[in-house]
């Protein structure tokens, strides 16, 4: 079957320090990856995006590369803010048929001052 | 431009009692989702509409949990009765079509959803 695997929470790191959130896939065919974002009180928002290997997705600092060799997804930021405090969601879409998002547990940030 | 929008973002209620959450899409967006949430996991999808035909409801209870999504607009997901275990957030999305040819994808825009607790 279709899963994520994130790596559990919370993280909690200092201002300017640097973040990577683990994430792994198991997937049937090729799928497009995704990292969602949730801010307190707010729905998810699409972060960034990679729809084939090797592809580089970049959004607000953040980055994600698309590795099939290890079907991961890690989520980086050089050096995070206050404002990056948040639960972070990978999650997969399978190419075929209509589109269905199967997400990760989601990671807590917790960025400290 | 407006977001997803739900209510009520909290509710509150006894088990056995019946409940109801809606949400209106973006405006123009042509299909819906409805996700749950429970504590510390990813949303699950319950069922997705096209319009306002649900074209995957795979994953909806549907011995207490039905929906509907008149005119292809709104949407409303009904829990009767109401169990301990649908203490959850329920979330509510849109996206301009869901067809998901090779590495296409409509963006689901996501509502802040309803949180509800069962006591």
């Known amino acids: 079957g279709n899963s994520v695997t994130q790596m559990e929470g919370p993280v909690t790191l200092s201002e300017e320090a640097f973040l990577t959130i683990n994430c792994t896939y198991t997937?049937?065919?090729?799928?497009?990856l995704f990292w969602y974002v949730q801010y307190p009180g707010e729905g998810l928002q699409l972060l960034l995006k990679?729809?084939?290997?090797?592809d580089k997705g970049s959004n607000k600092g953040f980055e994600a590369t698309y590795r099939k060799e290890t079907t991961s997804f890690h989520l980086e930021k050089g050096s995070v803010q206050v404002s990056d405090s948040a639960v972070y969601f990978c999650a997969l879409k399978v190419n075929t048929g209509f589109q269905k998002l199967v997400f990760g547990t989601g990671t807590r940030l917790l960025v400290s001052p | 431009e407006a977001g997803v929008v739900q209510s009520p973002r909290y509710k509150i209620i006894e088990k056995k009692q019946p409940v109801a959450f809606w949400c209106n899409p973006i405006?123009?967006?042509?299909?819906l989702y409805w996700y749950l949430q429970n504590l510390g996991q990813g949303p699950e999808l319950l069922i997705r509409y096209e319009n306002e035909e649900a074209v995957d409801d795979s994953q909806l209870p549907k011995d207490r949990f039905s929906a509907e999504r008149l005119k292809g607009v709104d949407s409303t997901l009904k829990i009767q009765p109401a169990e301990l275990g649908d203490s959850a957030v329920y979330l509510c999305a849109s996206s301009l079509g869901s067809l998901a040819g090779g590495g296409s994808y409509n963006e689901q825009f996501f509502g802040p959803g309803t949180r509800l607790t069962v006591l």
């Open positions: 405006s123009g967006h042509n299909t």
């Open positions: 990679a729809t084939k290997a090797d």
């Open positions: 997937a049937t065919g090729y799928p497009s």
